[in-house]
């Protein structure tokens, strides 16, 4: 597949597909590809995490991602950062501007805990399904970013899980730094408002230019 651009992104088009609510996604890019994540109706968080593809003991490590961007709420420009310190994606486009580095995922446990009902669907179950394929189980589940998720944190140290602020067509470019494992769930959550309470689908494009 082959093409100049693919709902605005440009280079070649390795893959272009979306991704229902609910669903997951893995890839492993290459150094220099482009994953554009576009939030089709906007309103939806999409749990992710990443790996050095060649060594996924190296992963992507919240804190400093948080430390070295200075802030908690990540944009373009900012690195993504591994457990040694090293870049493995950068933010390289941002239409959004709102996403979420401290909630985590939701897990079927959390489920029960904070809203009574049992067995849900949840990201942490789509993490485990991608990363099987990849000879990655529980241990390799860590603190994850959200994209299009907006936890804001009051001064009083106040943080919850609101309306998010993207629009429809909203999209990101991550850039691979290194050969890096993308893996995404599209929040199946409808228990809080981080998808609208009406989950949706996203699309993912991954280019390399020329
Ligand atoms: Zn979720």
């Given at each position: 597949?082959?093409?100049?651009?693919?709902?605005?992104a440009?280079?070649?088009?390795?893959?272009?597909?979306?991704?229902?609510p609910?669903?997951?996604?893995?890839?492993?890019?290459r150094?220099?590809?482009?994953?554009?994540?576009?939030?089709?109706?906007?309103?939806?968080?999409?749990?992710?995490?990443?790996?050095n593809?060649?060594n996924?003991?190296?992963?992507?490590?919240?804190?400093?991602?948080?430390?070295?961007?200075?802030?908690?709420?990540?944009?373009?420009?900012?690195?993504?950062?591994?457990?040694?310190?090293?870049?493995?994606?950068?933010?390289?486009?941002?239409?959004?501007?709102?996403?979420?580095?401290?909630?985590?995922c939701?897990?079927?446990?959390?489920?029960?805990?904070?809203?009574g009902?049992?067995?849900?669907?949840?990201?942490?179950?789509?993490?485990?399904?991608?990363?099987?394929?990849?000879?990655?189980?529980?241990?390799?589940?860590v603190?994850n970013?959200?994209?299009?998720?907006?936890v804001?944190?009051?001064?009083?140290?106040?943080?919850?899980?609101?309306?998010?602020?993207?629009?429809?067509?909203?999209?990101?470019?991550?850039r691979?730094?290194?050969?890096a494992?993308?893996v995404?769930?599209?929040?199946?959550?409808?228990h809080?408002p981080c998808?609208g309470?009406?989950?949706?689908?996203?699309?993912?494009i991954?280019?390399?230019?020329d």
């Amino acid at each position: 597949m082959s093409s100049r651009t693919a709902g605005g992104a440009t280079g070649r088009v390795l893959e272009d597909r979306v991704v229902p609510p609910g669903e997951w996604w893995a890839r492993a890019l290459r150094r220099g590809q482009t994953l554009r994540i576009v939030d089709l109706e906007g309103r939806q968080a999409v749990d992710f995490l990443c790996y050095n593809a060649e060594n996924p003991e190296e992963r992507y490590n919240a804190a400093d991602t948080m430390k070295f961007a200075k802030t908690i709420f990540l944009t373009r420009g900012h690195g993504i950062y591994s457990n040694l310190g090293r870049r493995l994606l950068t933010i390289v486009e941002d239409t959004c501007g709102r996403h979420d580095t401290i909630g985590g995922c939701c897990s079927a446990e959390s489920n029960e805990f904070r809203y009574g009902v049992k067995d849900t669907p949840s990201c942490r179950a789509n993490f485990l399904r991608a990363l099987a394929g990849f000879g990655l189980g529980p241990k390799d589940i860590v603190a994850n970013l959200n994209f299009f998720m907006n936890v804001p944190v009051a001064p009083d140290g106040t943080m919850g899980i609101v309306d998010g602020l993207s629009k429809p067509g909203d999209y990101v470019d991550l850039r691979a730094e290194m050969d890096a494992l993308a893996v995404i769930s599209n929040c199946p959550q409808v228990h809080n408002p981080c998808n609208g309470f009406n989950p949706t689908p996203i699309r993912l494009i991954v280019t390399e230019s020329d």
